[in-house]
């Protein structure tokens, strides 16, 4: 773990009134762009340094606007892992030296930095799974007949085996895959790549990308999709042309 800051942040820490704090800015980036900025107060003899709120403040600036259980529970753990305390949604040593003081910006700005993409991971992976088992309802109610199984494997051109949301056998032994997709590059990455290599072994194999919302995607993403997929599916949109597949 390693990070950056202007020395000159640190100093006026330690040169700061009692109870003033100094807003230190890290290089330590956070989901969605920005970068962790890290409290430090004087108290006494030695100094305080807190996240103030920052991963809460960023997890709702990321549209997760629920602080569950679980990611309070998360956070403790993260927090006792780092030798913090998290109090108040904030992360926070206390009792810090002036000489400790750099190490302790570290452990507050990545305990942020983590909680932070374990919370978006998190909601991720929920929402996806709940795309998934509303995908297959729609592919049943659209071809009631069709045999649709989740996390099939299927090799690529590559002969590496890629497990995909759902995929649906056609006449003639065939398949067609059916991959959930976010607009996340931890999202992107892997299903461009599978889809990629089955598209090598397998070009006559129809590739649908399923999306929760079309309008969410930047444009430079979704062509990134359209690369190695017959369609991007918006969800909200009908999928009546579907129905030629089992033809």
Same mark, same amino acid.
């Given at each position: 773990m390693s990070l950056i800051f202007d020395l000159k942040d640190v100093l006026n820490a330690v040169a700061a009134e009692p109870d003033v704090s100094t807003r230190v800015e890290t290089t330590t980036l956070l989901p969605g762009g920005g970068v962790a900025t890290v409290s430090v107060r004087p108290a006494?003899?030695?100094? /305080?340094?807190?996240?103030?709120?920052? $991963?809460?403040? +960023? #997890?709702?600036?990321?549209?997760?606007?629920?602080?569950?259980?679980?990611? %309070?529970?998360?956070?403790? &753990?993260?927090? =006792? %892992?780092?030798?913090?305390?998290?109090?108040?949604? +904030?992360? #926070?040593? =206390?009792? /810090?030296?002036?000489?400790? @003081?750099?190490? $302790?910006? %570290?452990? /507050?700005?990545? %305990?942020?930095?983590?909680l932070v993409a374990e919370a978006l991971e998190a909601r991720t992976r929920r929402s996806q799974r709940d795309l998934v088992s509303r995908t297959i309802d729609r592919l049943h109610e659209?071809?009631?007949? $069709?045999? /649709?199984?989740? &996390?099939?494997?299927?090799?690529? *051109?590559?002969?590496?085996? !890629?497990?995909?949301d759902l995929v649906m056998s056609l006449p003639g032994d065939r398949y067609a895959v059916f991959q959930t997709v976010t607009p996340s590059p931890?999202? @992107? *990455?892997?299903? !461009?790549?599978?889809?990629?290599?089955?598209? =090598? $072994? !397998?070009?006559d194999w129809p590739r649908e990308v399923v999306v929760e919302d079309l309008s969410a995607w930047p444009s430079e993403d979704l062509a990134i999709m359209q690369q190695v997929a017959d369609h991007v599916r918006d969800f909200k949109a009908p999928w009546n042309d579907l129905r030629q597949l089992a033809a």
């Open positions: 006494g003899d030695s100094f /305080v340094v807190s996240d103030d709120g920052a $991963a809460r403040e +960023t #997890m709702l600036s990321l549209g997760l606007a629920d602080f569950t259980r679980g990611d %309070a529970r998360r956070a403790r &753990e993260i927090a =006792q %892992a780092r030798g913090l305390s998290f109090e108040r949604d +904030t992360f #926070m040593l =206390q009792g /810090v030296g002036p000489d400790q @003081i750099g190490a $302790a910006i %570290a452990y /507050v700005a990545d %305990a942020t930095r983590t659209l071809l009631p007949s $069709a045999t /649709v199984d989740a &996390e099939r494997e299927l090799l690529g *051109a590559s002969t590496k085996a !890629h497990r995909f931890a999202s @992107i *990455a892997p299903a !461009h790549l599978k889809l990629y290599d089955l598209r =090598q $072994a !397998h070009a």
